[in-house]
C-alpha cells in the first residue's frame, strides 16, 4: 500500500513510518525535521518537508496515496495557543481536506487520553465516557477540536478509525521520561504523600495499534480506542523501575501538593508574560499527572481491533534505558 504518515519525523510518526517500510509499503512522511527527513529519505521513504499549517503541501502530499496516519501534532504540557491551533487544528483540517480531495480509503487519526484529564482522580475510563466540560490544558482543547473536525469527516464520509495511546515511551522517546531525567537531576520528582496509578505505553505496542487500524474491519470506521499497556501502575514502582534500570539514584523530594500547584501557576504566568519564554520547569498539567490517577480500558481496542500489547512495561523501560545509556 501507498502510505502517507504525517508526523513522520517525530517519534511515534517515525517509529511507524519504519516499521511500514520494513512491511513493504511504499512510505512518505510529512515532518519538519529536516535532518531526520534525510534520514528517513535514505532508508527509502519519500521525504516531504512541510508544516501540517501548510494546507497546499499537506493536501498536494495526499494526491496518490491509500491510506493516511495522521500523528503529527504539537505535544506539549504549556505553550501558545496560535501554535497548538496552528498544528492541531488548522494541521487536521489540512489532512482531512487532503484525504476527502483526493479519495483516500482510510484516515487513522492519532488523538490523545489528555482529553479525559481533569483535578480527580480517574479509573478504567472508557472511550465513550463523558468528557471534562472544560479541557485541562490547550494541548487538550485542540486535540478535542481535531477530534471534532475527523468526526464530522467520518458522517460526510471519509472512513476513520481515532486512537487515544495514553503516555508513550521507549527509545527515541524525547517528552516523557527525559522529563522526569531532567527533574530528577535537577531537584527531585514530587513526592506528594499519595498513592498514584498511571497507564502508560511502550512505542512499539502503539505502533502494533496503528497497523491493526489500516486493516481493521469496516465497522471501525468512526470509532475511537483508548491504547495503553493494560499494565496500570504504582507512579513510585514505575519511577523505582526506571531509575534501577538506568542505574540512576531516584530523587524523591517531598511536597505539598497545593504548594507545587500555586507555584506551577506562578511558573506560566510569567512565561505567558514574558516575551520567548521557554516552557516552565513545572507546569499544573505536570502536577496533576503526578497527583491524580489515571487509568484506561483498553478492552474496545482488544476486542474491535485485535490489539495485544506485546511488549511489557519493565521490558520497555529496559529498552529505553539502553537507548537512553547510548545516546549520553
Given at each position: 500500500m501507498r502510505i502517507l504518515v504525517t508526523g513522520g519525523t517525530g517519534f511515534l510518526g517515525g517509529a511507524l513510518a519504519n516499521r511500514l517500510l520494513y512491511d513493504g509499503h511504499e512510505v512518505t512522511v510529512i515532518g519538519r525535521n529536516e535532518a531526520r527527513g534525510k534520514e528517513l529519505a535514505l532508508l527509502g521513504m519519500n521525504f516531504i518537508k512541510a508544516d501540517l499549517?501548510?494546507?497546499?503541501?499537506?493536501?498536494?502530499?495526499?494526491?496518490?496515496?491509500?491510506?493516511?496516519?495522521?500523528?503529527?501534532?504539537l505535544s506539549a504540557p504549556w505553550g501558545k495557543y496560535v501554535d497548538f491551533y496552528k498544528?492541531?487544528?488548522?494541521?487536521?483540517?489540512n489532512v482531512v481536506r487532503g484525504c476527502q480531495q483526493h479519495r483516500i480509503q482510510r484516515l487513522t487519526h492519532v488523538s490523545t487520553p489528555s482529553l479525559y484529564m481533569e483535578y480527580r482522580d480517574r479509573y478504567q475510563i472508557a472511550e465513550d465516557d463523558v468528557l471534562p466540560s472544560k479541557a485541562i490544558n490547550t494541548y487538550a482543547q485542540t486535540k478535542r477540536i481535531s477530534e471534532s473536525i475527523v468526526d464530522t469527516a467520518y458522517k460526510q464520509g471519509l472512513p476513520v478509525?481515532?486512537?487515544?495511546?495514553?503516555?508513550?515511551?521507549?527509545?527515541?522517546?524525547?517528552?516523557?521520561?527525559?522529563?522526569?531525567?531532567?527533574v530528577n537531576d535537577s531537584k527531585g520528582i514530587p513526592d506528594f504523600g499519595k498513592d498514584v496509578t498511571v497507564d502508560i505505553t511502550y512505542i512499539e505496542n502503539v505502533v502494533d495499534?496503528?497497523?491493526?487500524?489500516?486493516?481493521?474491519s469496516e465497522r471501525c470506521f468512526g470509532e475511537k480506542y483508548n491504547i495503553t499497556n493494560g499494565e496500570p501502575m504504582q507512579m513510585q514502582e514505575l519511577l523505582q523501575l526506571l531509575f534501577a534500570k538506568l542505574n540512576?539514584?531516584?530523587?524523591?523530594?517531598?511536597?505539598?501538593?497545593?504548594?507545587?500547584?500555586?507555584?506551577?501557576s506562578l511558573a506560566e504566568f510569567y512565561a505567558n508574560i514574558m516575551p520567548g519564554a521557554r516552557e516552565p520547569e513545572i507546569t499544573r498539567y505536570g502536577v496533576g499527572v503526578l497527583y491524580y490517577s489515571q487509568t484506561l480500558d483498553i478492552t474496545a481496542a482488544r476486542r474491535e481491533l485485535g490489539f495485544k500489547p506485546n511488549i511489557s512495561i519493565s521490558e520497555g523501560i529496559e529498552r529505553f534505558a539502553d537507548w537512553w545509556r547510548g545516546e549520553r
Amino acid at each position: 500500500m501507498r502510505i502517507l504518515v504525517t508526523g513522520g519525523t517525530g517519534f511515534l510518526g517515525g517509529a511507524l513510518a519504519n516499521r511500514l517500510l520494513y512491511d513493504g509499503h511504499e512510505v512518505t512522511v510529512i515532518g519538519r525535521n529536516e535532518a531526520r527527513g534525510k534520514e528517513l529519505a535514505l532508508l527509502g521513504m519519500n521525504f516531504i518537508k512541510a508544516d501540517l499549517a501548510d494546507g497546499n503541501a499537506v493536501i498536494e502530499a495526499c494526491q496518490g496515496q491509500d491510506y493516511v496516519v495522521h500523528c503529527g501534532a504539537l505535544s506539549a504540557p504549556w505553550g501558545k495557543y496560535v501554535d497548538f491551533y496552528k498544528s492541531n487544528v488548522l494541521g487536521t483540517e489540512n489532512v482531512v481536506r487532503g484525504c476527502q480531495q483526493h479519495r483516500i480509503q482510510r484516515l487513522t487519526h492519532v488523538s490523545t487520553p489528555s482529553l479525559y484529564m481533569e483535578y480527580r482522580d480517574r479509573y478504567q475510563i472508557a472511550e465513550d465516557d463523558v468528557l471534562p466540560s472544560k479541557a485541562i490544558n490547550t494541548y487538550a482543547q485542540t486535540k478535542r477540536i481535531s477530534e471534532s473536525i475527523v468526526d464530522t469527516a467520518y458522517k460526510q464520509g471519509l472512513p476513520v478509525i481515532t486512537i487515544r495511546p495514553r503516555g508513550i515511551f521507549g527509545p527515541g522517546d524525547t517528552t516523557i521520561f527525559p522529563r522526569l531525567i531532567r527533574v530528577n537531576d535537577s531537584k527531585g520528582i514530587p513526592d506528594f504523600g499519595k498513592d498514584v496509578t498511571v497507564d502508560i505505553t511502550y512505542i512499539e505496542n502503539v505502533v502494533d495499534a496503528l497497523v491493526l487500524c489500516l486493516h481493521a474491519s469496516e465497522r471501525c470506521f468512526g470509532e475511537k480506542y483508548n491504547i495503553t499497556n493494560g499494565e496500570p501502575m504504582q507512579m513510585q514502582e514505575l519511577l523505582q523501575l526506571l531509575f534501577a534500570k538506568l542505574n540512576y539514584p531516584l530523587r524523591l523530594k517531598k511536597l505539598p501538593f497545593f504548594l507545587a500547584y500555586s507555584a506551577a501557576s506562578l511558573a506560566e504566568f510569567y512565561a505567558n508574560i514574558m516575551p520567548g519564554a521557554r516552557e516552565p520547569e513545572i507546569t499544573r498539567y505536570g502536577v496533576g499527572v503526578l497527583y491524580y490517577s489515571q487509568t484506561l480500558d483498553i478492552t474496545a481496542a482488544r476486542r474491535e481491533l485485535g490489539f495485544k500489547p506485546n511488549i511489557s512495561i519493565s521490558e520497555g523501560i529496559e529498552r529505553f534505558a539502553d537507548w537512553w545509556r547510548g545516546e549520553r
